[in-house]
């Protein structure tokens, strides 16, 4: 994966947030996809299809993540910072 976190606002929160909620905001921060599906995230992250719905939904109420629909109309997930 290809970075560039530092002007990122969560970096400067991330003792707030889990281990695994960690993973799934690098994963939303990499600079080759600005939009991810789900099963993509859990693929870059090792961690299971539930356990990544869950912390989209919970970081989804934070207003850290914004989900959209692709061109084959599936859910994908990208960082408000970087998508608005």
């Keep these: 994966m290809s970075f560039s976190v530092e002007n990122l606002s ?6 707030k ?6 993973k799934v905001l690098l994963a939303l ?5 600005e939009w991810r599906t789900k099963r993509g995230i859990a693929r870059v ?13 919970a970081l989804m109420t934070a207003d850290l993540v914004r989900p959209s629909f692709s061109q084959q109309r599936e859910v ?8 608005h």
């Design 10 to 15: 969560w970096v400067r929160e991330l003792p």
């Design 17 to 22: 947030f889990t281990d695994d909620e960690q």
């Design 45 to 57: 992250t090792g961690l299971e299809d539930d356990r990544v719905e869950s912390i989209l939904a």
């Design 76 to 83: 994908i997930y990208g960082l408000e910072e970087r998508v």
């Design 29 to 33: 921060s990499d600079d080759r996809y």
